[in-house]
């Protein structure tokens, strides 16, 4: 099945820093690559996805990469904000119908 | 819309009790899954629907039972409860046609706790 790895745990940034957050999937069948953000005490909610026939996707100040080759995405956040911190959750799906989430990272942005 | 809602937001069980999560959606999505959410695990894939009357299991199935009668409504039942399954608990929807590729809108979760 599908194993989905993610790093680090915690992640720590000055305000106005930039935050990256790696994942690494097993299946090189993936072909979607989504982001959940979940703030404290509520569900996960998706923030940016992308493709497999795109290697980059920006939306703001997050951007999402992909390597296909070596079965890495990364997200990448600029010009971090204290309502940044959150856990952020990568996931790839095994077949049509399971999507299978990393371990989540939980980003803390200080001002 | 009130999107994905779950109930109870929280419960406390004694080993061997039984009980149901409910969970509902009203935005007439087909896809319905249950996660289970532990410290350093992540999001684990309790189980799935792709419509009424069809369910699967995903990655940790086992003490847990589904049923799917209705398009609104999954069920996630415990039937005797073990303190392994003290966790939190998300139910999520999406559109049909291929679940895992669409976006998952999730329910505010339920905290159970297992004595």
């Known amino acids: 099945g599908e194993n989905v790895e993610q790093h680090p745990s915690t992640l720590s940034v000055q305000e106005g820093d930039s935050a990256v957050i790696k994942c690494t999937y097993s299946d090189s069948a993936s072909n979607y690559f989504p982001w959940y953000k979940q703030e404290l005490g509520k569900g996960p909610q998706l923030i940016i996805d992308i493709r497999s026939n795109v290697g980059e996707k920006k939306d703001q100040r997050i951007a999402v990469t992909l390597n296909k080759t070596a079965k890495h995405f990364s997200l990448h956040i600029t010009e971090t904000q204290p309502e940044d911190s959150a856990v952020y959750f990568c996931?790839?799906?095994?077949?049509?119908?399971?999507?299978?989430f990393g371990t989540g990272t939980r980003l803390q942005v200080f001002p | 819309n009130a999107g994905v809602t779950q109930t109870p937001k929280f419960q406390v069980l004694k080993t061997g009790q039984s009980m149901t999560l409910q969970c509902a959606q009203d935005?007439?999505?087909?896809?319905m899954s249950w996660y289970r959410q532990d410290p350093g695990m992540g999001l684990r894939l309790i189980h799935y629907s792709v419509g009424a009357g069809i369910t699967d299991q995903g990655e940790v199935p086992n003490g847990y039972n589904v049923s799917r009668s209705t398009t609104e409504d999954f069920p996630l039942r415990l039937l005797s409860a073990a303190p392994s399954q003290t966790s939190v608990y998300f139910c999520a929807s999406s559109y049909s046609a291929g679940g895992a590729y669409n976006e998952q809108f999730f329910g505010p979760g339920t905290r159970l706790t297992v004595l």
């Open positions: 996931a790839a799906p095994y077949n049509t119908d399971k999507l299978i």
């Open positions: 935005m007439n999505h087909e896809y």
